[in-house]
């Protein structure tokens, strides 16, 4: 089965710094990785996703990802943060052969300004 | 980008009682998800349901737990009779091909 583990549970950053959120997943197949953002009180936000071709994602809002076969990995970067990334980040893989979408715990981001 | 509307977005109700979270998916999915968060944390999966059926259920679907989707309205998860751990935010969510999900902003239900 698959699995995914945030390491950070927080993260606080100042303003204009740049950031990684770090990810890391268990799965025998190739999987397909995701990001989602959960602002406070809202549902989760698709930021990016993975599902083949060049290891290295684009997203919205300057976000990428990039993925590390070899090192199982899925790690979130932003050249420049803002006090609007404050969010939470939830890391999530799944199997080509089901439908079923495991997240990680989370990681809880601070931008201080 | 496609929206998925929850409506209520909170519900409380008495411990025993049964309560209904509506779900309106994105209009031209076929792929449906319950999943729950507890105070802010992992979002866990509850059950996925396509063409008409539930196609996987976690352990957190309880007996007390139903999903349907009558004539393509709603997408409903009913629980009857709730308990004071069903207590958390319902998030649901649809998907077009099973791959990218879209989710709702949440119903938080409050059992007393």
């Known amino acids: 089965a698959q699995s995914v583990t945030q390491p950070d549970a927080r993260v606080t950053v100042s303003e204009g710094a740049s950031l990684q959120l770090r990810c890391k997943y268990s799965y025998s197949g190739t999987p397909y990785l995701f990001w989602y953002v959960q602002y406070p009180r809202q549902g989760l936000q698709l930021l990016l996703k993975y599902y083949s071709g060049d290891p290295v994602v684009q997203g919205v809002n300057g976000f990428e990802a990039e993925f590390i076969k070899s090192n199982s990995s899925f790690h979130l970067r932003k050249a420049s943060v803002h006090w609007s990334d404050s969010a939470v980040y939830f890391c999530?893989?799944?199997?080509?052969?089901?439908?079923?979408?495991?997240f990680g715990d989370g990681t809880q981001l601070v931008v201080k300004p | 980008g496609p929206k998925v509307l929850q409506i209520p977005s909170h519900q409380i109700i008495d411990m025993g009682q049964m309560v209904t979270l509506n779900c309106d998916p994105v209009s031209n999915h076929l792929y449906f998800y319950w999943y729950k968060q507890i105070l802010g944390q992992q979002m866990e999966f509850l059950v996925n349901?396509?063409?008409?059926?539930?196609?996987?259920k976690s352990k957190l679907f309880k007996d007390q737990f139903s999903v349907e989707r009558p004539d393509g309205s709603y997408f409903t998860l009913k629980i009857q009779p709730t308990a004071l751990e069903d207590s958390a935010v319902y998030f649901c969510?649809?998907?077009?091909?099973?791959?990218?999900?879209?989710f709702g902003s949440g119903t938080r239900l409050t059992v007393l």
């Open positions: 969510a649809s998907s077009r091909t099973a791959e990218t999900l879209y």
């Open positions: 349901f396509y063409n008409g059926k539930v196609m996987e």
């Open positions: 999530a893989v799944s199997a080509t052969s089901n439908n079923r979408i495991f």
